[in-house]
């Protein structure tokens, strides 16, 4: 396995600006892959870090493979990190993907925000003989690791499995960054798998790569199965139970947890119901994109009003220094206490929107698995 260590998938090089090799941005640059370097392997798999201040301020976040071990984790970091330098050498924001590790800086900050706007497929040249069934099989597989991976495992949101197609296995593999929320990953994992059938349905593998999170599958084995990176507990809890699941009885089926619901809704037959689950779970996902993406404009609101807070803090200041203008500071202290306290109220508008995609995923998350069970419920009794 280790002559995946230096594969590459795919590299960007973005345009939010260039910088010098003797500016302050290159400095905060070479500190901050020196600490993510460093740090990466006895973080799980996971490092995130800022360094500098204002303008020549740097984001970084890397991240290894959730199956791999800490030895090839720390190979990929040393071969990742001046790859990218070479390929971005004046870039401030730059991504690359390798098979086992992920390199990621900006001058922007991208902690815990999905970009969904172009994902990355890269696809085997072999093709199935099936494309219809094979992509049935496919997207149940993937359905099921997007909902197993937001079990918040130390470092990352990861899980692996395999179903059975015809006369041979297919294998996925699905990975969030570290800084997400779960039901950020859920988000983003969800958009994903919602694109295999544009590009998927034929190539027998590949992988489709966001910034924040890929999924990958093939038909021969590329992952490990490591008790230690499986079974571990997550650090933060996963996202809380409905109270139609929680008083159902678990069943076990590989490594993903289904739950048996004992009959439809009395008011509809089964068919039925389960058209009507599923338009719910859509409806629900729908909502939960627009809180999503509702969210983004208020965090974008909130650093405008808070860097126009930093501007009349500076004025005020400033003001202060000069006795002979009290009504100029009158003026800009009023300001600053007015910008303030805007800034406390679209801070609590951003987590009753983050609250409240959140509730709608937990939702959609339960509806869905009713509209399965309900599916298999009429397969049983054709």
Known sequence: MADETTKCLYHHCGETGNFTDSSAYATNLKRLLSSLSSNVASSNGYRNNTVGIESDRVYGAIMCRGDIEIQLCKLCVD?????????????????????????????????????TSSPVPKLNAQNTRDPEGFYKVLEELMGSLTKNANRRYPGALFAVNERNFSDYQ???????????????????????????????????????????????????????????????????????????????????????????????????????????????????????????RNEKEVRVALERTQASLAEALERTEQGLNRANQKDSKNDVLKETETLTSEVACMKAGLQKVRDE??????????????SLHYKKQLGDLS
């Open 170 to 292: 297919i294998y996925g593999l699905v990975q969030c960054t570290g800084d997400l929320f779960p039901s950020e990953c859920l988000f983003c994992l969800g958009f994903l798998v919602g694109r295999l059938s544009t590009c998927c349905k034929r190539p027998t593998g590949g992988s489709l790569i966001l910034p924040s999170c890929y999924l990958k599958y093939g038909i021969k084995p590329f992952y490990e199965l490591r008790t230690k990176a499986m079974d571990m507990p997550p650090v933060f809890p996963s996202l809380p139970p409905t109270p139609s699941l929680m008083n159902s009885t678990p069943q076990a089926s590989d490594q993903v947890i289904l739950r048996v619901f004992p009959q439809a809704p009395p008011h509809y037959p089964p068919n039925e119901s389960t058209q009507i689950l599923s338009n719910n779970s859509l409806l629900k996902y729908n909502m939960a994109f627009d809180s999503h």
């Open 357 to 370: 995609r959140d509730s709608h995923y937990v939702q959609a998350q339960a509806l869905t698995v009713k």
């Open 79 to 115: 071969s990742v990190i001046p790859t990218l330098t070479q390929l971005c050498p004046w870039q401030k924001e730059s991504l690359i993907w390798y098979e086992y590790c992920m390199l990621r800086y900006s001058n922007q900050l991208f902690f815990s925000v999905v970009n």
